[in-house]
Every structure is written in structure tokens, then in C-alpha cells.
């Protein structure tokens, strides 16, 4: 069964600061996703990584896939409070009809 | 659009009791699954369809039932709810065939079992 791995669990960081979120993944798999989820609410899909070596940027967040380490960033740059909120990465969805969620990374931005 | 509806939001249930959780996609999606999040745990999926008629399990299914009668619905039955399954119910629905394949959430169902 395919394991999704993240870390740290929980990020405390200052505003300002840059940070990175890990995403380790037990097999072979062409996706990878990003969510965000704030407390109380859905997920709110951030990236689509499609193959080895994308990387994808939305604002102070960038995200990178390397398949054959079967790994996976999210880079926080500069942080700010509004980024508060907990990170999912999830493998598969393709040929595996379903996804393999980690399990979760809460970041906390300090002002 | 409205995307993935789920209903109810909250839910309060005694031991024994069985329930529904409805799930309605408007987005013609092949594909729909559950999933319960629980703290720490991420969201681990229940059961999922690639269609209608076709359904199977996830990795926590037990308790749990599902069928998909039509690429809209795919409702989640609680057979004899337990305090174990007071957990974030997720519905998502997905299309892979030369798309992306991300997923999309519904709302949540918040269900305590007392």
C-alpha cells in the first residue's frame, strides 16, 4: 500500500521567514497534489504536479516534484499570517482512481 | 456550478444507529470516494467508485457502506454507528481521463456518535 509522508507535523514560523514543507512517498506515482485546508473548512487544491522535476508558484508558495526520489516541497518564502492554515500532499489519482493522503503539516505564521 | 455538495454538515448519532451521508457532484465526474479525517491522521480513504455500479473499498472500510446507482450520487451508510467513527466525513470527486485529476472536496460532514 503506498505511504505518504510529511514533514515537520507542525511549523511555527515568524512572518518573514522561509520555510519548507516535506512530502515523501512510498512508490512510483506520475502526480502529486498540494492542498490547503483552513480550520473548520474543505480542501482547497494548491498544486498539480504532473511530472519529474515540475515546479509550480502561486503567490509566496512553490511547489516540486522529483519522482525519483519520490519527493515532494512546498516552499514558503517570506511568510506571511494569511498562510496559516494546515498542508495536505496526496500521490495518485491517475491510474490509481484513488489518492494517499499524508498527514498533514500545520503551519502557524506568527506576526 | 455548485460542484460537491454534501449534506448534513453536522450530525449527532447514538450507538447503534444508522445513517446516510449524501454526497451529489454536478461536475460529471467518473470518479467519487470518501474519506474520513481524523487529528493527526490525514484523511484516509473509505470506499470509492471509478463509475456507476462499480464500487470498492478503501483503506478503512469497515462499517461503512456504498453504492453508485448514478454519476451523481454516492451516498455513505453508516450501518451500526460506533464512537470510533465520530470523525470529518469528506466527499471528493475526480475526472482523470486528460485532465489533471486533482480532486474536489465537498464541505465536510461533522459526525459525533455518542
Known amino acids: 500500500e503506498l505511504k505518504v509522508e510529511q514533514n515537520p507535523l507542525f511549523l511555527s514560523m515568524q512572518e518573514g521567514k522561509n520555510y519548507t514543507i516535506y512530502c515523501n512517498y512510498s512508490?512510483?506515482?506520475?502526480?502529486l497534489y498540494w492542498y490547503r485546508q483552513d480550520p473548520g473548512k474543505s480542501l482547497e487544491s494548491l498544486f498539480v504536479?504532473?511530472?519529474?522535476?515540475a515546479v509550480k508558484q502561486e503567490g509566496r508558495l512553490m511547489a516540486s516534484l522529483d519522482t525519483k526520489a519520490r519527493l515532494s516541497t512546498l516552499h514558503i518564502t517570506a511568510a506571511v499570517h494569511d498562510l496559516s492554515a494546515t498542508y495536505f500532499c496526496a500521490v495518485g489519482g491517475y491510474n490509481f482512481n484513488k489518492f494517499y493522503f499524508g498527514s498533514g503539516t500545520k503551519l502557524n505564521v506568527k506576526p | 456550478n455548485a460542484g460537491v455538495t454534501q449534506t448534513p454538515k453536522f450530525q449527532v448519532l447514538k450507538t447503534g444507529q444508522s445513517m446516510t451521508l449524501q454526497c451529489a457532484q454536478d461536475m460529471n465526474h467518473e470518479y467519487m470516494s470518501w474519506y474520513r479525517q481524523d487529528p493527526g491522521m490525514g484523511l484516509r480513504l473509505i470506499h470509492y467508485?471509478?463509475?456507476?455500479?462499480?464500487?470498492d473499498q478503501g483503506e478503512v472500510p469497515n462499517g461503512y457502506n456504498v453504492s453508485r446507482s448514478t454519476t451523481e450520487d454516492f451516498p455513505l451508510r453508516l450501518l451500526s454507528a460506533a464512537p470510533s467513527q465520530t470523525s470529518v466525513y469528506f466527499c471528493?470527486?475526480?475526472?482523470?481521463?486528460?485532465?489533471?485529476?486533482?480532486?474536489?472536496f465537498g464541505q465536510g460532514t461533522r459526525l459525533t456518535v455518542v
Open positions: 512508490t512510483t506515482s506520475d502526480r
Open positions: 471528493a470527486s475526480s475526472y482523470n481521463r486528460g485532465h489533471r485529476g486533482e480532486a474536489f
Open positions: 467508485s471509478v463509475g456507476a455500479g462499480i464500487t
Open positions: 504536479l504532473l511530472s519529474n522535476g
